[in-house]
C-alpha cells in the first residue's frame, strides 16, 4: 500500500509540473505579445504598468556590479541607436551637462542595454531604406523610440514602415514633442550698454551647399540679384575653402549684417544660421518661413527679413542706408539689454549634442507612454 500510495503520489506531482509549465508558457506568450512587432505598428501599454514590464524584461546575463548602467540605477536610460551622420561622431556624456546643465538620463549607445533602456533615439539618415538596421528584436513595453531628424522636409527621403512606428519626435518643430531650440531667455536684469563688436565687413554668408536638388537654389537665385547692387563677402565651400571652425565667430562678428539663408522654406525651419548671427552680434538678413514665425523665436527688431523687401535691390539700399547710419543701426541691437542667447557650436556635428541631451532630460521629465501617426504626413504639413 505504502508503494502504491507513493507511485501515484509521484505521478500526480508529475502532472500538476506539466501543467504549471504550460500556463506559465501561456502567460509568458500573453506577456510577450502584449505588443504587435510588424516593423511598423504596436499598441499602447498604459505607463502605470511600464515599472511592473521594466523589471520582468530586464536581463540577468548581466552582472549589475559590471554593468556601467547600473552606477546611475535612479537614472532613467537613454540609448543612441545610431550617432548623427557618422558613428565616428560621439561625445562624452558629462557635456550635456557642462554645456546645457542636463544630467537627467543616463546616455549609452551600448546595444547590450537595449532591453533595459527606457527610450532609444533614432536618427532618420541613419536608418536604412529597408529598415534592416533597426531592432530586431520585439520591443520591450515600457520602451519608447525617438525619431531624430533635424533636416526640412524637402530634404528628408521618407522611408516606408516608419510612419506608424515611433512613440516621440525630436526635431526643430515647435509641435515636435521635443523641439530643438538655442535658448533665448529674459535677463534679470536689463543691461545698460550694449557693446557692438567691430566691424569691417557690411554684408557676409558663409554657404557650402549649393547644389539645386536639396531646395537650396532659392537663395542662390536671390543671392545672385542682390549681389548686383552691394557686395557680399562669401566663406566656406562656395568660395573655394572652408571657414575653419576657431574663425567662426570671429568673422562672423567683423560683419555688419549676414544672409541667414535657409536652404528651404518650411514652418519653424529656423536653424543655426540664425542663431550665429544672433549671438554673434550681428544682424540677420532672414530668408525662410514668414517673418511671423521668426518672430515667434525671436524679436521682431533682432533681424530684418527679406520680405519687408518687394526686391532684392531695394533690400541692398537699405542696408547701404543702415551702414551710414550708425543710430539707426544700434536700434537692432536693442533687444540684448532685456534678452539672452546661448550660442550654438561652430564645430561640425556638435549640432547634434543639444538635441541629444534635450532628449535626455525629456525622458526624465516625462513617462507618459504616446504614440506617433502618420509621421511623414504630419512632418510635411
Known sequence: MLSGFTMTSWRMRQYLLIITVWLGGIGTCMLFFQYNWSGCSFQTVPSDLAPVFRQSTTTSDTSPSTTPADSHPEKPILLVWVWPETDSFKFDPVECKRRHDIDGCFLT????????????????????????????TPRPPFQRWI???LESPTNTRPKAGLENLFNLTLTYRRDSDISVRYEMTVRKRPFENIVIPKKDKLVCWFVSNTSPGTGAWARIQYYEELKKHIQVNIFGNMAGQRLKDEDYYPTMSSCKFYLSFENSIHKDYITEKFNGPITAGTVPVVLGPPRENYEQFAPGNSFIHVNDFPNASLLAQHLLQLDKDNEAYSHYFDWRKHISVVPHYSIWNEEFILPICQACDYISRHKEYKQVHDLFKWYSS
Open 109 to 136: 549607445d551600448d546595444r547590450d542595454l537595449y532591453n533595459r533602456s527606457d527610450a532609444v533615439l533614432f536618427y532618420h539618415k541613419g536608418i536604412k531604406k529597408d529598415l534592416s538596421n533597426l531592432p530586431q
Open 147 to 149: 525619431w531624430f531628424n
